[in-house]
Nanobody, 125 residues
Framework: QVQLVESGGGLVQAGGSLRLSCAAS????????MGWFRQAPGKEREFVAA????????YYADSVKGRFTISRDSAKNTMYLQMNSLKPEDTAVYYC??????????????????WGQGTQVTVSS
């Protein structure tokens, strides 16, 4: 059974930074792409960033490109999302997810088979 646990959310002023972490259980962490999604109140869950199995390829939503950085540490079974220059519109619950098919990187929620419980990020203006 795969478990994903996010941490690092909180309240920050606009222009500030936060670093989210996603700790994964299990021995297959390195075989699957990982992703971050977010969901604001009243809105659908949306793609934020994804990273390939090796970490060599990363993908970002246009809204966060240049401000957020996704990374992973296979030795620690952990994925990160460094968020800089935060804006009030970044306010949402952030979820980490593990890919559904080994090696496949996607930007849709249906590309992912396991999800964390989410961590709240609130950016004040």
């Amino acid at each position: 059974q795969v478990q994903l646990v996010e941490s690092g959310g909180g309240l920050v002023q606009a222009g500030g930074s936060l670093r989210l972490s996603c700790a994964a259980s299990g021995r297959t962490f390195g075989s699957y792409a990982m992703g971050w999604f977010r969901q604001a109140p009243g809105k659908e869950r949306e793609f934020v960033a994804a990273i390939s199995t090796s970490g060599g390829s990363t993908y970002y939503a246009d809204s966060v490109k240049g401000r957020f950085t996704i990374s992973r540490d296979s030795a620690k079974n952990t994925m990160y999302l460094q968020m800089n220059s935060l804006k009030p519109e970044d306010t949402a619950v952030y979820y980490c997810a593990r890919g559904l098919v080994p090696g496949l990187v996607g930007g849709r929620t249906t590309d992912y088979g396991y999800w964390g419980q989410g961590t709240q990020v609130t950016v004040s203006s």
